[in-house]
Structure formats: structure tokens, C-alpha cells
């Protein structure tokens, strides 16, 4: 293994010479190659593959794949000479397995998110869907130009989204929670953070009228 630190020169191998291991247990999808692909278009390959000397992929299936869905001829590789036989079928599953370990700062990922939809760069390239750009309220003021339909026409319970900052979090979470109240039978709204909010709207806008 020493020997891998000491000397982890890149070395540039015909695509070919590389074979996936046979007892991969990390799937990939023809989306995922085809997202790794376009992020190899993107900003080129900025990450060699591990592979033993015999030419069996350790780490970068998926690349490997990407590599020759664009006919890629040469792709940059480390070899991880020394290697037991042990010691690479266990790194084919620490690779995947310790990457899964990691967790996101959503609120860190959400401003960084923002500024790339603001500056008009393709998103998809990050690999974060449509879905997942919405549960982080990425890209929610778009809802503001649908149209408004009668009232009669949509449900009389409505959703709103809204972006807060800091401390602005903790400040309405703590008007909430502390406006909340038991549910009434006769309160058709079974949210009981839907009635706290609006009491604490209601609250204010009687209080801004009175002014």
C-alpha cells in the first residue's frame, strides 16, 4: 500500500487495456454514464482510474464507461502495484461504500445552488435533479408567473414556499411552535404549523391596522 503513496504517478493506458471487476457490486445507470459523460465535456477528466497491473478497474466504473461511451482512446490511471488480492476487492467496496458516508450542508449546498441557477449555469451538470432542486427551493420563484386560477377551480388549501436565512429561521420556527394550538374538529386545516402561521398573520396584520 506504501507504495501506491510513494509513487502515485498517472499513467496514460489505451481504454481498452482496462476491464471492469466482474464482482462489482456498485451499479450504474445508462443516466448516471450518460451524466458522467457530459461532466467529462464539461471540465475534461479530472480524475484518474485506480487499477490493478493486470488492467481490472478498482475505482472509476463509471468513468471507464463514460470513457468509451465518448470513444475516448487514453485515459489517465493509476496502478495499484503491490496490491494483495484481498486488498483490492475490499477497496472496490470501501471506494463506493465511505463516499456514501458523507452528508450535505443543505443550507451551504442551497446558497451554492442558487448562485449557479442565478448565473445561468446548466445545473444537470451537477448531477442534482429537478426534484431535488425543488425540495431545496431552488428555482421556486419561476412559480410566481403561472397563472391564477378562480377559486373555484383549485383546492382552498395552498402551498408556499419560503427562502430564510440565518437566523431567520429560528425566529419563525420559534413564532410557530409557540403559536401552535390543539386541533379543533371544526378547523378543516389538519396542520397544526399551517394554523400557527396563519394566527401569527393574522396577529400582525391587526396589529399593523390598528397603526
Not at 503513496?5 to 481498452?16: C, F
Not at 475505482?59 to 503491490?82: D, S, T
Not at 488480492?85 to 472496490?92: F, G, I, L, M, T
Not at 378543516?188 to 400582525?204: D, K, M, T, V
Amino acid at each position: 500500500m506504501d507504495a501506491l503513496i510513494d509513487k502515485a504517478a498517472v499513467e496514460v493506458w489505451p481504454i481498452g487495456r482496462l476491464r471492469p471487476y466482474e464482482r462489482n457490486s456498485r451499479r450504474h445507470s445508462p443516466e448516471q454514464i450518460e451524466q458522467i459523460a457530459a461532466s467529462i465535456r464539461q471540465w475534461g477528466w479530472t480524475m484518474p482510474i485506480l487499477a490493478a497491473d493486470d488492467g481490472m478497474v478498482l475505482a472509476g466504473h463509471g468513468r471507464l464507461a463514460a470513457g468509451k461511451l465518448l470513444a475516448i482512446a487514453e485515459v489517465p490511471v493509476i496502478v495499484a502495484r503491490g496490491w494483495s488480492d484481498q486488498q483490492k476487492r475490499a477497496y472496490v467496496i470501501a471506494d463506493n461504500r465511505l463516499t456514501d458516508a458523507s452528508d450535505w450542508d443543505d443550507e451551504m449546498l442551497r446558497l451554492e445552488l442558487a448562485d449557479l441557477v442565478e448565473g445561468g449555469f446548466e445545473i444537470a451538470l451537477t448531477g442534482i435533479s429537478e426534484d431535488e432542486l425543488s425540495k431545496l427551493s431552488i428555482g421556486v420563484g419561476e412559480l410566481e408567473q403561472m397563472p391564477e386560477l378562480p377559486d373555484g377551480d383549485r383546492s382552498p388549501f395552498r402551498d408556499m414556499t419560503f427562502i430564510l436565512y440565518g437566523d431567520q429561521w429560528d425566529t419563525v420556527d420559534q413564532a410557530i411552535r409557540r403559536a401552535m394550538k390543539p386541533r379543533y374538529p371544526t378547523n378543516p386545516n389538519r396542520s397544526p404549523q399551517g394554523n400557527a402561521l396563519a394566527a401569527i398573520c393574522a396577529e400582525y396584520l391587526g396589529r399593523v391596522n390598528r397603526d
